[in-house]
């Protein structure tokens, strides 16, 4: 079975500063598929940044990218520059396999609070 | 990317009715789901909508409280049925482009969601 861990319940961080969101991962599967989602109060989920098992350099997307150590089963979602906007929950979801489709798990999420 | 739609964005029911939620994507796309957020959770996956044939249901749920259509390759509706407070939740469509060998590397999008209150 595929778990996804989020121990983070709740982070703070300061304006213009980076911020560390963490996750870590468990399958048996090698190829597998990391993403990292973005839920504003508005309740939509918006597609952050994704990583894939067999990349072999870390995702980049804008002011987010994540830190992939495959060794140690974990997938942190770093901000940097964080914004007020960027104030919101933060799922981080897996999906792996190749044998067919496999649904995505998701974490419990992290509610990141970025004050002025 | 696609672009997805739900319909209504939000709505208060009283108990016992029901209630169907749309999802239209923008194109024509492989595999269709639906999501429940209850308050304060993560995403459950409630069903895959399959064009053409029944949904595929998660443990947990079923198709006399939760009946699925997806008549084509961009529309799908959820229907809470008989409902309860307990159904009190977002619920989310969401759709990827691929599937088979290679769909785990595949982005899943997600609508705006349907934030229900059963009274």
């Known amino acids: 079975a595929q778990k996804i861990t989020q121990t983070q319940p709740g982070m703070f961080v300061q304006e213009k500063e980076a911020v560390t969101l963490d996750c870590t991962y468990d399958t048996s599967d090698p190829s597998y598929g990391l993403f990292w989602y973005k839920q504003p109060s508005s309740g939509e989920m918006i597609f952050l940044i994704y990583q894939g098992s067999y990349d072999q350099q870390n995702a980049t997307e804008g002011r987010y990218s994540l830190n992939f150590q495959k060794a140690r089963k974990s997938a942190n979602l770093v901000i940097s520059a964080s914004q007020l906007g960027d104030s919101a929950m933060y799922f981080c979801?897996?999906?792996?396999?190749?044998?067919?489709?496999?649904?995505?798990?998701f974490g419990t999420g992290t509610r990141l609070l970025v004050s002025p | 990317s696609a672009v997805i739609s739900q319909k209504p964005s939000r709505d208060i029911c009283q108990r016992g009715t029901s209630l169907t939620i749309q999802c239209q994507v923008d194109s024509q796309v492989t595999m269709m789901f639906w999501y429940r957020q209850q308050p304060g959770q993560s995403l459950t996956l409630i069903a895959t909508?399959?064009?053409?044939?029944?949904?595929?249901?998660e443990s947990g749920f079923v198709i006399d409280k939760f009946p699925i259509s997806r008549p084509n390759l961009t529309f799908s509706t959820l229907t809470v049925s008989n409902m309860s407070p307990e159904d009190s939740s977002i619920y989310l469509c969401?759709?990827?482009?691929?599937?088979?060998?290679?769909?785990?590397?595949?982005?899943?999008?997600f609508g705006p969601g349907t934030r229900l209150l059963v009274l």
């Open positions: 969401s759709a990827q482009s691929g599937r088979g060998e290679f769909s785990y590397q595949e982005t899943q999008y």
């Open positions: 979801a897996m999906r792996g396999g190749n044998t067919g489709f496999q649904k995505l798990v």
């Open positions: 909508a399959n064009q053409g044939s029944e949904a595929t249901y």
